[in-house]
């Protein structure tokens, strides 16, 4: 990587596009961001970053020597770049998620989706910095390691980290803009639940299910409460939406979303479906 290569980029910096310095999530949502689509600000502590607080090949040894502690150890002791943090910090309001951005991640070959930390609601730049760290680490647990040994290369070492401001969720979940379980192309489905959609993803809440229509209505559905989660309306705007995106990236979409307390739709992640 060149050493000039920047170590803070708002998502609206076109190099946030890069998957190298950026990762798959934060390469993602600067792509979504210049596509005029509704993702919440934010930036990214890029790989370059990560790269010059820690002394690399020393780290790239330990992982040969498959010395995971030793790893962890250099990596719990890096500082990430404050100054350039904090200012990008200041342009954003309330709270934040800080979520891991692995560069190797969704690859074709692999899918680091869980892999690696994710920390919402933070509060101040302490916090912020705290779990920068805390997510650099998270590359470094012996499931992490195990899977890249298993998918990967052991001396892929580059990690980015997104900080995104929260939207107050009231629904939100996963959309896959074809139905990946039966292959159909003119179906969409739709997994959602109250509140915040990271615990769909993690799988710690059960969340109602939808099978959409490309136009949005309702085929079928498996709803765990008395009371839907999504109203009629809300899955026509997710299913233009998902159409929307399927159709900018060429390929079908596995899609993080949410509804905000004044009904508006807002994007957190997309990423390509490889299993169709």
């Known amino acids: 990587m060149p050493t000039d290569a920047p170590l803070v980029l708002p998502f609206t910096d076109p190099r946030c596009q890069q998957v190298e310095l950026t990762g798959g999530k934060g390469a993602s949502l600067a792509t979504m961001t210049a596509e005029g689509l509704p993702v919440p600000p934010g930036f990214v502590i890029t790989s370059a970053a990560f790269a010059a607080a820690v002394d690399e090949e020393a780290l790239r040894e330990a992982m040969r020597r498959k010395d995971v502690e030793a790893a962890r150890a250099l990596v719990a002791a890096a500082q990430p770049p404050t100054e350039l943090i904090e200012q990008a910090f200041a342009e954003l309001t309330g709270l934040v998620a800080v979520r891991s951005s692995a560069c190797a991640e969704d ?16 509060e101040g730049l302490e916090a912020v910095l705290h779990n ?145």
């Open 107 to 122: 690859s074709e070959g692999a899918s680091y989706a869980g892999q690696q930390e994710t920390f919402l609601n933070t």
């Open 132 to 276: 920068v760290v805390e997510c650099w680490l998270s590359f470094f647990t012996d499931r992490a390691v195990f899977y890249r040994q298993e998918k990967g290369s052991l001396e892929d070492v580059a990690m980015a980290v997104v900080v995104q401001q929260m939207i107050d969720s009231q629904k939100s979940g996963v959309m896959f803009t074809v139905d990946p379980v039966h292959g159909r192309k003119d179906r969409m489905v739709v997994e959602a639940a109250r509140g915040l959609g990271e615990a769909v993803v993690s799988g710690e809440t059960t969340p109602d299910n939808y099978t959409l229509s490309r136009d949005g209505v309702v085929k079928k559905s498996k709803v765990v409460d008395a009371e839907r989660v999504l109203t009629d309306d809300e899955c026509v705007a997710l299913a233009q939406m998902g159409q929307k995106l399927a159709g900018l990236h060429g390929i079908p979409q596995d899609i993080e979303w949410a509804f905000d307390a004044a009904g508006d739709l807002y994007l957190l992640q997309s990423r390509p479906i490889t299993t169709i």
